[in-house]
């Protein structure tokens, strides 16, 4: 592959099938390969499949999505919920684009000149409700140096950010089961589309949350209102250390969700939403495919 640094835009083929990954993972991987192989500066990236037979009924529609635009924005409120785990709240210069549950934003931490590239950034699903557009929320776990500089941020810092980007929308489509199978911090994009006050679904909601500990239960608020809101909600708290009453102890497992589908009472129609690590993602693909789930029953939002 040849890049020059004068070039906006590389294009990227994929030279496997490419539709059981998200639009981040395979942005992600992309960026990844361009930098190993050519040198380039972490370009803008435009994926291709190489067959429309690649692409999958279960990819929701991006026709209608928003542009993408580029916004400086102040913080205004910091959670700290553990030591490597923050909450922020973002304001915006101007209302942002609208966006759609499950989707992610770009986010900046040097000042961005419209003259120049876009400066490093990291990308983080949106916590707020698609209806709060002049306001965004995150939440962020630090596992590298860019999110442990965010661990320095302080309420009236300045960022930038892009948004709204991905494919990895929570929505109910149809009859069948959701099951939302979230790992840590990977709640986020979930907790988007169960925030808001339009969100609702006929089909049976399970939600199955895993975290370390009882106390980075950070969202158990909301997941409790949207039980009451929704038609058919329930939700379960997976902890690996010192379970409270109410929770399973121990770690989320294929065969939990396999048992909340079959809770739903339609195992067969059930789509699977899967949001957290790359270890936990690539053991419930397995295990799902192992136990008969369609491809097209499973979607997976891929974070580091």
Request: charged share 20%; hydrophobic share 40%.
């Amino acid at each position: 592959m040849l890049c020059h640094e004068s070039a906006a835009w590389v294009h990227v083929r994929f030279s496997t099938p490419t539709f059981s990954l998200s639009r981040r993972e395979r942005e992600k991987y992309a960026s990844r390969a361009i930098q190993a192989h050519s040198g380039c500066p972490s370009p803008h990236i435009t994926i291709s499949r190489l067959a429309a037979s690649q692409d999958h009924s279960s990819r929701s529609p991006t026709t209608d999505m928003a542009q993408p635009i580029k916004l400086r924005a102040k913080i205004t409120q910091i959670a700290a919920h553990a030591p490597s785990v923050r909450s922020f709240v973002l304001a915006p210069e101007r209302p942002v684009p609208r966006f759609r549950p499950g989707q992610f934003l770009h986010l900046a931490l040097d000042p961005y000149d419209p003259a120049q590239h876009w400066p490093e950034s990291r990308v983080f699903s949106i916590a707020s409700p698609p209806e709060e557009r002049e306001r965004l929320r995150i939440t962020v776990s630090a596992v590298g140096g860019f999110t442990q500089r965010m661990m320095r941020l302080a309420e009236g810092d300045e960022v930038w950010v892009k948004l709204p980007y991905g494919d990895f929308i929570i929505e109910s489509q149809g009859s069948g089961p959701l099951i939302l199978v979230a790992g840590g911090t990977g709640i986020t994009p979930f907790v988007s589309f169960l925030a808001s006050a339009g969100a609702s679904a006929s089909a049976p909601v399970r939600v199955l949350y895993g975290v370390r500990r009882s106390d980075l239960l950070i969202y158990r608020a909301v997941l409790d209102e949207a039980a009451k809101r929704f038609r058919d909600l329930r939700w379960q708290a997976f902890v690996e250390e010192n379970a409270d009453a109410g929770e399973r102890a121990g770690r989320l497992s294929v065969e939990a969700a396999l048992g909340a589908a079959r809770d739903a009472g339609e195992p067969g129609s059930a789509t699977f939403h899967l949001s957290g690590p790359p270890q936990m993602l690539r053991l419930f693909q397995a295990g799902l495919a192992a136990a008969g789930v369609p491809l097209a029953q499973v979607r997976a939002d891929a974070w580091d």
